[in-house]
């Protein structure tokens, strides 16, 4: 890479001084905010202290602009990251724009602002309340009823981390009202704008489905409705969701456009900038200061401004002045997912930037990779012949249809359903290659320290190959390192020297993961489910919790899925979970096949599932050998019927009754002489369950609870807590612990749970 000489006042433009003074303040915002394990912390503080040892040796003559730097990056921290909390009171009021909150099935959802404090809100509305904020004027909701609490963090592997989402936002706390009231207020000129944003989204709405989707995804960087998330999770199978991201391309095309017509008005190059600016200042707004666009205006605005002055400055040092800057206005940047992958696929195009396109984008989908299997766990090893394919398209047919149909639409509607057709046959094609599962691999995630590896050695790899260094030995060296770190990552993902227990945190219900080290096999223990008292259609938690969790550890199917019972807290997630996952085998009780509304969940989705019904003093022979110790007859799916089994790992015997009651424990204790060393407590806890002769003759170390927070029900009920604690079983609860895991194998087994 060709880096010029710079002539700035204090030399801070000297060729990459920029470049690592940003990785030095990424690497300490990192250590501030994301820094969790004494391990990481060890890592950031050891590449802090290189990086600034590196940069006071090789620019000795910067170490005023370097103590300047790091200065104004801590007041930074102090001034914009300052955690304020609200306490919620009578007296309280949140201010709600209405372009910044959703309402569906008298549901409020969004952001709400107190006190210069943003807070996430949600809760019932009456359809006067919501009448009053599709007016587009800000309100204010007063004398609120509920509670408020700490946005809560992710709970199981896996699981996307709100707590994250929102801090990046810079909200850190929640409401969930129950009631209140809703007025209209006072219209200042800052409120006009969100009420003219809020118009652009009422506009979109009214559009065919897919030219309003993505209208509002390349102007105002959000998904207009869950309808389309098929659309969304096509391209990211693909690979290729990048193009639905506000970006350097988005910024290109605004920029190109405004400065053809200005040099067709024949406005100077100055006036041409400022008016540029404005518009990406607007973009900035209506995009909600997505990181990709403000990224990609800031290089835009930096580079311009050294150009006008003729200062000389490399693009990789400009993508760090980008940074430095983009940080100090948001020094929780990196807390999102989307400002990670903006600034490190940018930095790989600098450091490829003397390759051809092809080699290019190949090397490209290598550097991210480690971040797509930290984050998302799969990856599309046809991804560059998919962007090749579906970037023509997006550039020269979705874009110019959807900002064509923008400008129309509200004149004429007549062209609106013909663009709308070509878009759905383009996308109905999309559709089918991604549903086809071509090149999608499924990798597992990968620990923290393995992706920063690799993404060091990767970024070695660019750096040999873009600056064409003679030494072949040097190149196939590090590209052998880096398939040797691949496969041992893979090896220890798919083949794990561990086998574990895991009971998953589905809220309110039961759903446990049990896998064999090594040759590893694959079972669980219902799935959860949530229940729905609304009668509405609901989104399955299977989708956000069981399959990112399988997915993180690289597993793909299912050997055997015993289930309890009918209920919905056990079982409601079942046909959405066999439409992802392929399942083998599917145990349950005998006479649960005949159940009607069980019948209704594996219609149609048990086609290379073979139904297996179970008995008291069966023996399911299997990688692990679980014997059946209830129910003794067929019954009907009911809690009284529930499946109960045990099973012994690593000397460590397991007891799982599903809702079973005292009645059913008390048949159990007849029949068997069995005890425990962990046993899962009956019925989520509830007092109907766990009959105090019957934990007194189990003799258990140690007692779980799968129970959901803060749930109707009250579980776990204090009687049995009571109970517990007169026996003096010691117990955990996913309520309090999150997911909770039971790891055995080649050392001494122990327990993990993912919340501290």
Request: a positive charge; glycine letters at 8%.
């Amino acid at each position: 890479m060709q880096l010029s000489k710079i002539n700035l006042p204090f030399k801070i433009c000297q060729p990459g001084y920029l470049f690592l003074m940003a990785l030095l303040m990424v690497d300490l915002s990192f250590g501030i905010f994301q820094g969790k394990s004494v391990r990481q912390k060890i890592v950031i503080v050891i590449i802090a202290g290189y990086l600034t040892l590196l940069i006071l040796k090789k620019y000795s003559t910067l170490k005023i602009a370097t103590v300047g730097t790091l200065l104004l990056g801590f007041i930074s921290i102090n001034l914009f990251s300052k955690v304020k909390t609200l306490q919620l009171t009578e007296n309280t009021v949140i201010k709600v724009y209405p372009d910044q909150v959703k309402i569906k099935d008298d549901w409020l959802s969004g952001i709400g602002h107190a006190k210069n404090i943003k807070v996430s809100i949600s809760g019932k509305v009456a359809k006067s309340q919501e009448n009053i904020i599709k007016q587009g004027y800000p309100v204010y909701i007063t004398q609120i009823s509920g509670d408020i609490g700490a946005v809560e963090p992710a709970s199981n592997l896996g699981q996307f981390d709100y707590r994250n989402y929102y801090a990046a936002k810079n909200i850190f706390q929640r409401i969930k009202f129950k009631s209140c009231n809703i007025k209209s207020v006072k219209v200042t000129y800052w409120d006009k704008i969100h009420y003219y944003r809020f118009c652009l989204q009422q506009y979109f709405a009214k559009m065919p489905r897919l030219l309003g989707f993505f209208a509002s995804e390349l102007i105002l960087a959000e998904n207009s409705s869950s309808d389309n998330q098929e659309v969304l999770d096509n391209y990211r199978d693909l690979g290729v969701i990048h193009l639905l991201s506000i970006s350097g391309l988005h910024v290109g095309i605004y920029t190109l456009v405004i400065a053809s017509l200005c040099y067709f008005l024949k406005i100077t190059q100055e006036k041409a900038f400022l008016c540029t600016m404005v518009i990406l200042v607007i973009e900035i707004f209506l995009s909600g200061g997505q990181a990709g666009f403000v990224r990609a205006s800031l290089t835009y605005v930096l580079g311009k401004l050294f150009k006008f002055k003729n200062w000389k400055i490399s693009g990789i040092d400009l993508l760090g002045l980008t940074c430095l800057v983009h940080l100090l206005f948001n020094p929780r940047l990196f807390l999102g997912i989307g400002a990670i992958l903006s600034y490190v696929l940018v930095l790989g195009l600098q450091l490829t930037s003397n390759l051809s396109s092809f080699k290019q984008s190949v090397l490209l989908n290598l550097f991210l990779t480690p971040l797509l299997l930290f984050y998302f766990y799969q990856v599309n090893i046809l991804t560059v012949f998919f962007n090749m394919l579906i970037v023509p398209y997006f550039n020269y047919i979705v874009m110019p249809i959807t900002f064509f149909n923008v400008f129309t639409f509200g004149l004429t509607n007549k062209f609106a359903p013909i663009l709308e057709n070509l878009l759905e046959n383009f996308e109905k094609i999309i559709g089918q290659i991604s549903e086809a599962q071509l090149g999608m691999f499924l990798f597992g995630k990968i620990n923290w320290w393995q992706c920063l590896l690799l993404l060091i050695v990767s970024a070695g790899l660019l750096v040999c190959l873009n600056e064409k260094i003679e030494n072949k030995k040097v190149t196939f060296k590090i590209s052998g390192f880096i398939l040797a770190l691949y496969t041992g990552f893979f090896c220890f993902i798919h083949f794990p020297l561990w086998g574990q227990v895991t009971f998953i945190d589905v809220g309110q219900g039961d759903s446990i993961l049990i896998t064999t080290p090594l040759n590893r096999r694959v079972y669980m223990i219902d799935t959860g489910g949530k229940l729905n008292f609304s009668g509405k259609k609901i989104n399955p938690q299977v989708n956000k919790i069981t399959i990112p969790l399988l997915k993180a550890q690289g597993i793909n199917k299912i050997d055997g899925l015993f289930v309890s019972h009918q209920d919905a807290d056990h079982v409601g997630d079942l046909g959405p979970l066999l439409e992802k996952i392929q399942v083998d085998k599917l145990y349950m009780a005998k006479g649960l096949i005949n159940n009607p509304s069980f019948q209704k969940r594996i219609y149609g989705k048990i086609a290379h599932t073979k139904l297996i019904e179970l008995l008291a003093g069966m023996r399911v022979k299997e990688a692990i050998d679980f014997d059946i110790v209830y129910p003794f007859k067929p019954g009907e799916g009911k809690n009284e019927d529930s499946l109960s089994l045990t099973f012994k790992v690593a000397n460590k015997r397991w007891l799982f009754t599903g809702d079973l009651g005292q009645d059913g424990e008390r048949e159990i204790l007849n029949k068997f002489d069995i005890k425990a060393n962990y046993f899962k407590l009956g019925h989520h806890g509830s007092k109907t369950s766990s009959n105090p002769e019957f934990l007194s003759k189990l003799q258990p170390e140690l007692v779980f609870i799968s129970a959901g927070r803060k749930n109707r029900f009250g579980h776990p009920h204090l009687e049995t807590l009571n109970t517990l604690e007169s026996l003096h079983l010691p117990w955990v609860s996913t309520q309090d612990c999150g997911m909770i895991s039971w790891y055995y194998g080649w050392k001494q087994p122990k327990f993990k749970t993912f919340l501290e």
